[in-house]
């Protein structure tokens, strides 16, 4: 089962285009986290929230509980944005997240 | 450098063999957690542990034992290894379940032959 989806599955954009990347999620949850993985396989955390908005550079995380929907939200793409973006939740029930398959961007110069 | 170091890095074992994955942590994390990541599939939780000389199973936990003896490392064990548990495996720390992000080490990927 997956709790999680992700939409688009794969991205290609231009260097300096607005990218977003969605995530659909089917039950209750107490928090999302959004990753970020490297071509390298590193695994970096960006973002936990459970409501609102979240900001970090160039990066904003956004969630809408009552749609079970968030969105991750790249200003300015450059190349060194390529990776692997995961979304995770963990349902209001249970102790632990459960990840998307992942959204693959690649940012051409 | 601070973060989550896993040992070893690469491995390659026979069907029925066993070995520890280690992971170590020097940033006074209470969560440990130990993923494994599928061609095709989001990342499983395997097993957790909420602070030292406490476990939990996850997600996908048959064929994987852990311990957490100390507070900054926490093992993952397969005692008898099967093909099917060739995979990358990921260790990661966090300050608490929720509200902190995880801190991930590099991985380890495992070939069972």
């Known amino acids: 089962k997956n709790e999680v989806e992700q939409s688009p599955q794969n991205l290609t954009a231009q260097e300096g285009e607005f990218i977003t990347i969605n995530c659909s999620y089917s039950?209750?949850?107490?928090?999302l986290h959004w990753l970020q993985q490297h071509p390298g396989g590193g695994i970096v955390s960006l973002f936990m929230?459970?409501?609102g908005k979240k900001k970090h550079g160039r990066l904003i995380a956004t969630i809408n509980i009552q749609e079970k929907h968030s969105s991750l939200h790249i200003t300015a793409s450059h190349p060194r944005d390529s990776a692997v973006y995961i979304c995770?939740?963990?349902?209001?029930?249970?102790?632990?997240?459960?990840f998307g398959t992942g959204t693959s961007l690649t940012v051409i110069p | 450098n601070a973060g989550v170091t896993q040992t070893p890095k690469f491995r390659v074992l026979k069907t029925g063999q066993s070995m520890t994955l280690l992971c170590a942590q020097d940033?006074?994390?209470?969560?440990m957690y130990w993923y494994r990541q599928d061609p095709g599939m989001g990342l499983r939780l395997i097993h957790y542990?909420?602070?030292?000389?406490?476990?939990a199973k996850g997600e996908v936990p048959d064929g994987y034992n852990v311990s957490r003896l100390k507070k900054q490392n926490f093992l993952l064990g397969l005692e008898s290894a099967a093909p099917s548990q060739t995979s990358v495996y990921f260790c990661?720390?966090?300050?608490?379940?929720?509200?902190?992000?995880?801190?991930f080490g590099s991985g380890t990927r495992l070939t069972v032959v």
């Open positions: 990661a720390s966090s300050w608490s379940g929720l509200y902190y992000g995880y801190t």
């Open positions: 039950v209750g949850i107490s928090a």
């Open positions: 929230l459970s409501s």
């Open positions: 995770a939740v963990k349902p209001n029930t249970g102790n632990q997240f459960y």
């Open positions: 940033m006074n994390h209470e969560y």
């Open positions: 542990s909420v602070g030292e000389g406490t476990t």
